[in-house]
């Protein structure tokens, strides 16, 4: 039998290389079907006919990169499987070699499917009563790759890799067919990018990566050897295990075929068969929890870049199906994270509350007229190692569960699910706003006393000793008087505000506020907020909803970009493994998404207003003598403007600054339990954090002013 097997190989092998592979499926592997199967020879011969001869290869899965924005500085990658397709011409004339003597001797004479391991195979398997030997040349190998890549559904994939002689078929039919259509180097240059080597290093440049820390093109012959002997069994030739005897003895069996193939000498290979195996394990970050310790204040700003992806139809219908892309879409991401700035903001937190506090204070830096996150600083540490963390601060949660300090992976500077915390009077920017964008003049004054019963009903928790009405009261006596914007806004006079809000409708403070970017989270906010509510929301502008120092150091680059208002962005480009950009409706996903939310003479006009409360002056009106936070411009030395914000009993403290070229948001809050006050102590904090990043971030940049108002909008 075993004779006649060969001999009819023989007689075959030019059909082979002629390409008139039919015969040779039919005579070497239809017969076993039809014999397994119970069906006759012409049976099995259409069987072979009716299977599919193009291989509709789908691209495999590679991994996303993401930079700072300097494009050069590494983030994070994200991956199911790391790999990053390399063109052949960027491949170690070792490691190609090494590969066709490992696994395919005769790559190079064979039209996909070599005859003589078919008859090899097929004796094996007749004698054996099963699939015991593949006869799998490097290009069949391949197409099984590419079927179990493409592969959509479970079956899909057991049908691609299942050992039966209707897989084989199928590969061989497939095999030949891709011969004729692409170069045996295209070949060659697929299987490399597509072939596992162990520990999650899916194609050679992540196999180069992980177990040498360099690129393909630098391996040594040593080197490829290794790892072309781990294709045929990662995990028993594992180099990085701690007897490397398999992997060696696998090591040099490749080196003596490279011998026998003549792509190396035997001095050479001796040689190399000497050297021990010199390993340089590298893991590959993967997600944002992987990001370097060197750059672990990074981890947040990755975080919220992450939600932002998820969101991004440009990336799929649902947040799995874009978490999906960008785990196997092979982009190459430079996002919108200053390595300066960034650096700045967060040594300006910790240096003014440690990590180790239950209080976090953070900062956001946004660039007008772009949304661009240049910043996202906290003072914690991105782990999700709670371990060691401090008590609970919630008496329902304390002894149970330990507090999210100093590591945590919660997005306490937005763009997650969290509500964020309530934000005071540096809501009183989005009535300002809203007065001025009616027609309201700058010079709207009114008496404003210490104490002043409104005509919004007492709510929860709000003083209700006037007759069933909302009476806040101010901070201070000294802002007893009467009051213009500019003077009402930069000493935070909450009996102006009130009487402002009135004027215009605290529902347009709160549509403006939703202009600006604001969301609302919460159950409570969400109903204050609707339709049926908002008129009567008087509190609103003493800041009782929840936001984000993302939502609120955007909301004043709107104000410093002349009302020019764009979604908050943390990327510069998102580039396809083509090179292209990612696009929706043929708008790149990285260019600025901005409309006009106010007028710019409204805009202008509550900058101005704005300036009185850092100290710097307005250009056109009466600040009346101090503000709030008078230090800000001496430190920034430029043209600055910003609000404070404090809370009730001072849970929340809060400054957002800007200026033409950057804003920001800081604040200082319990997470944990938002009850918990930080005191008044603590209030300069954000202040000062806002502008010492101001200031070093924008060092050695041109001085540049805000706009003035137009007359028309003074009085």
């Not at 004796?123 to 799998?136: F, L, P, R, T, W």
């Not at 039966?164 to 891709?178: F, N, P």
């Not at 070949?187 to 596992?196: G, K, M, Q, T, V």
């Not at 992987?290 to 440009?314: E, I, L, M, P």
């Amino acid at each position: 039998m075993m004779k006649r097997v060969l001999s009819a190989t023989n007689r075959m092998a030019p059909l082979v290389r002629a390409g008139l592979i039919a015969g040779v499926l039919v005579a070497a592997v239809a017969y076993p079907i039809a014999a397994a199967g119970g069906i006759g020879a012409k049976a099995a011969a259409d069987f072979v006919g009716d299977m599919p001869s193009a291989l509709d290869a789908t691209p495999p899965a590679q991994t996303t990169y993401v930079y700072a924005a300097d494009g050069k500085t590494l983030i994070t990658m994200f991956y199911e499987e790391h790999r990053k397709y390399t063109p052949i011409s960027q491949m170690s004339v070792n490691i190609q070699r090494a590969i066709v003597a490992s696994e395919d001797s005769r790559f190079y004479q064979h039209n996909g499917v070599d005859a003589k391991g078919i008859a090899r195979a097929f004796v094996a398997n007749h004698q054996g009563g099963e699939v015991q030997q593949g006869a799998s040349t490097l290009t069949m190998q391949y197409v099984r790759m590419a079927l179990r890549d493409s592969a959509k559904t479970p079956l899909e994939v057991q049908q691609a890799t299942e050992q039966t002689s209707a897989r084989k078929v199928r590969e061989m039919k497939l095999a030949v067919e891709l011969e004729k259509q692409i170069t045996k180097p295209e070949i060659l240059e697929r299987y490399l990018n597509s072939a596992y080597f162990g520990h999650r290093a899916y194609g050679i440049y992540a196999a180069a990566e992980v177990f040498f820390s360099k690129r393909p093109k630098d391996l040594t012959l040593v080197e490829a050897a290794t790892l072309a002997g781990l294709v045929k069994a990662p995990t028993a030739y594992d180099p990085a295990s701690q007897d490397k005897r398999q992997a060696t003895e696998r090591r040099n069996y490749v080196i003596d075929r490279m011998v026998a193939l003549k792509y190396t000498t035997p001095a050479e290979a001796e040689k190399a068969k000497q050297s021990p195996i010199k390993l340089r394990l590298t893991t590959p970050a993967n997600d944002c929890i992987s990001v370097s310790d060197k750059y672990n204040d990074w981890g947040f700003f990755c975080d919220y870049f992450k939600a932002w992806w998820n969101t991004q139809k440009a990336f799929g219908n649902s947040a799995q199906e874009r978490e999906d892309r960008l785990r196997r879409g092979g982009y190459r991401i430079v996002t919108t994270l200053d390595p300066k700035i960034q650096r700045i903001a967060h040594a300006n937190v910790l240096d003014k509350e440690s990590e180790n506090s239950r209080f976090a204070l953070g900062i956001v830096t946004i660039q007008p007229g772009t949304g661009q996150v240049k910043a996202m600083a906290v003072n914690r540490t991105y782990s999700l190692e709670q371990k060691n963390n401090g008590a609970h601060s919630d008496p329902n949660k304390a002894g149970r569960m330990p507090g999210n300090y100093p590591n945590t992976v919660n997005p306490l500077l937005g763009g997650g699910d969290m509500p964020g915390y309530q934000a005071g009077s540096t809501f009183k920017m989005f009535v300002m706003l809203a007065a001025l964008d009616a027609g309201l003049p700058m010079s709207t004054s009114f008496y404003s006393p210490q104490r002043y019963v409104s005509q919004y009903l007492a709510g929860d928790g709000e003083p209700s000793s006037c007759g069933g009405r909302w009476c806040p009261s101010n901070a201070s006596g000294a802002m007893t008087g009467r009051h213009a914007m500019w003077s009402g806004f930069g000493k935070s006079v909450n009996t102006y505000f009130v009487q402002l809000e009135q004027k215009v409708g605290a529902d347009k403070a709160v549509k403006m506020a939703e202009r600006l970017g604001l969301r609302w989270r919460t159950d409570i906010d969400k109903l204050q907020a609707s339709p049926k509510k908002a008129k009567g929301w008087g509190a609103f502008t003493l800041g009782v909803s929840d936001a984000t120092p993302l939502e609120m150091a955007n909301a004043y680059a709107t104000v410093a970009a002349d009302g020019r208002y764009c979604e908050p962005l943390p990327v510069l480009s998102v580039a396809g493994p083509d090179g292209s950009q990612a696009a929706y409706k043929g708008v790149e996903v990285a260019k600025p998404r901005c409309t006009q939310a106010v007028s710019p003479a409204a805009a202008r006009a509550a900058a101005d207003a704005a300036r009185c409360v850092t100290g710097f002056g307005a250009s056109r009106g009466s600040c009346g003598g101090w503000s709030t936070a008078p230090g800000v411009y001496g430190t920034v030395g430029r043209p600055v403007a910003g609000k404070t914000g404090t809370t009730d009993s001072t849970r929340a403290a809060w400054f957002v600054g800007m200026t033409p070229d950057l804003a920001a948001a800081s604040f200082i809050a319990d997470p944990d339990y938002p009850f918990n006050a930080v005191g008044d102590g603590q209030s300069m904090k954000p202040i000062d954090a806002v502008a010492e990043t101001l200031r070093d971030g924008l060092a050695g940049k041109p001085k540049r002013n805000f706009t003035p108002p137009p007359a028309s909008i003074l009085r």
